[in-house]
């Protein structure tokens, strides 16, 4: 096997978000490009010689092309086997869960997660380490500095390998292995989740559930899961074959891109007791009940609330964590059970040395991502099997179950305003702005309501002793109310400031109010201490969940 060094030069801005380098499409085909990056991610390893690399992604445009040349990238880096999902899929979950199983080297994964797909679309691409999750940041720095100074990439000459057929087959030394993408991720739910039990509620004929895969990478696995192994009727997975362009749809399940979904559990004339959906590499979900959404941070506190229902889970939990910006409510769970709750920044790899380290068995993100030790990265189909496990032994329907929750807890009424599209320089003149308040901010007002302090988050990590600063601005308020105040990483184009908005109410006579009026307060406070329309234009958010 000859190696060929192809000569390149940097290009800029390839540093990695909170999930990898996410760009539009046209831009990773620009020659060079995808290669540059996947170089600098192979010379900041160490010794995978010979060893194994997971491979694979959510099927997007672009997907099976990116596929090919790491293929042969990982030959000429000396890797001595590649696991890849058949047709090139693999849910994230399911590439944390291969990893594992296998105990690989590390996995590479290509996905923009719920952004868009398409020629026009956005592709992504992220390195996870050998304990299944997405790496650190001092690895994710190192890879953006070696991007900025490379001069050449290895590859290898060989023809495209057939991705559609399981089986093994060779580029040079490199043994390529075509797996099922869904065997090894099954068999770890069903160990999860007491299926027999599940099925029997999938069967029973005043039950009636929908799962929207939005034509996205949890089509074969729900598919597989729910029709196939828990028997739930034909029909029960809409939008089940994934598509390069998710068929023109957004792939993020939440009530504006999954409004469909939310519809039909609103009709009373559809049947349906239970809706869930993902997005679009299968780590984020939404749960609904009748007309009734399930906020991800409530459904993190109820899963929580309820693991004494869960095989795996019923001998305890050893903590929960959750990130900074998503609710407070889990916190009140792992106060009356006495096991810490840790807060962390946004984004998976910082829940991953306290899984590894035994300190937490539940973490979730309010982007809709919750997941648990079984793997190491967020995992949607695992929320919604948690759920239908709930359900099959608490026999209530789940918006019952949340008002208890509430009942028990209290409510943390808790929303997103999404403004998406702002020009970079305006997001962070706002929040440079805001930075240089933030002394001034305790004290003040803003019709009634008194900030108690104001900060901009910095996490210690507890098991490594790593800092994380500039993780958010947090306005909190003197009755616990807070405004939480973020730059997205995961978009492709400008900036989305993110607005998280949450108000504790004890009382359970108000815990009907609708969420945004008894969130419209703290809405017109965080307007006017981040003078958002000022600065920006903007006078709404574009989404809100």
Known sequence: MQVISVPSTPFSGQKP???????????????????????????????????????????????????????????????????VGRNGILSTPAASAVIRK?????????????????????????????????????????????????????????????????????IGDMVVSIIDPVADYAELLESLFDFDRIARLLARPDFRMRFDAMHAVTGPYALEILENRLGAPPGTVVNGIPLPDFAGGHPDPNPVYAADLVAALADSRSGLSFGAAS???????????RNFVVSPSDSLAVLAANHALIPAYASGLAGVARSMPTSCAVDRVAA?????????????????????AGRCTLCGEESAGTGSNHVREKDGLWAVLYWLNILAVRDLPADVIVREHWRRFGRNVYSRHDYE????????????????RLAQLPGSEYEGLRIAAADDFAYVDPVDGSRSERQGIRILLDDGSRAVFRLSGTGT???????????????????????????????????AVARIAAITGRKEPDVIS
């Open 421 to 436: 599209g702002i020009e970079i320089a305006q997001g962070d003149r706002l929040m440079n702005e805001l930075r240089a």
């Open 336 to 356: 009356a059970l006495g096991i810490p709750c840790y807060e962390t920044p946004t984004g998976w790899k910082y829940f991953g040395s306290l899984l590894d």
């Open 102 to 170: 296998w105990q690989a080297f590390g996995g590479i994964i290509l996905s923009a997660s719920h952004n868009s797909g398409g020629p026009d679309g956005d592709f992504g691409i992220k390195y996870n380490l050998g304990n299944g999750g997405p790496a650190n940041e001092s690895f994710t720095d190192a890879v953006y500095l070696r991007t900025q100074e490379i001069s050449s990439y290895d590859t290898v000459e060989s023809p495209d390998i057939d991705l559609s057929k399981e089986g093994e087959t060779r």
């Open 493 to 527: 184009e400008g900036a989305t400031l993110r607005v998280y908005l949450e108000r504790f109410i004890a009382d359970p006579g108000e815990h009907e109010i609708p969420t945004q009026e008894a969130l419209a307060p703290l809405v017109g406070l965080a307007d």
């Open 279 to 289: 997005d679009g590499d299968g780590d984020r979900n939404m749960i609904v009940g």
């Open 17 to 83: 978000g909170t999930s990898g380098l996410r760009k539009k499409v046209t831009v990773f085909r620009q020659a060079r490009y995808l290669e540059n990056f996947v170089q600098a991610i192979f010379d900041t390893l160490s010794g995978q010689q010979g060893q194994t690399l997971v491979l694979g992604g959510d099927g997007r445009y672009y997907n099976d092309v990116a596929i090919q040349t790491i293929l042969r990238m990982a030959a000429a880096t000396g890797f001595g086997r590649v696991l």
